[in-house]
């Protein structure tokens, strides 16, 4: 699955813990390690909150696009 592999690159590309990115999400360490190793399916809010934490597309996030860029955002 490519999205566990996203979220696991994503993380050590910048240098981060698991633990840092559990506390990002309010979630704990090891429920976070299962999302990362695909043991746990990742919940669309927690893809949400990673994509607009990594600066990066649901879409690229979870694999369906190679192009991290996210789409802008629509005007209010």
């Known amino acids: 699955m490519k999205m566990r592999l996203r979220i696991r690159d ?3 590309d910048r240098d981060l813990k698991q ?10 360490q ?7 190793r695909g043991e ?3 919940p669309l809010r927690l ?6 934490f990594y ?3 649901v879409d690229y ?3 369906l ?3 991290p860029e996210p789409y802008p955002r629509r005007r209010k």
Request: with cysteine; net charge negative; aromatic share 8%.
């Open 10 to 12: 994503l993380r050590e």
């Open 47 to 52: 893809a949400i909150q990673l994509a607009e």
């Open 61 to 63: 996030l979870v694999g």
């Open 55 to 57: 600066g990066v597309s």
């Open 65 to 67: 696009t190679d192009t």
């Open 30 to 36: 090891s429920l976070y390690s299962k999302y990362e």
């Open 19 to 28: 633990r840092e990115v559990a506390e990002f999400l309010v979630c704990d």
């Open 40 to 42: 746990r399916e990742l």
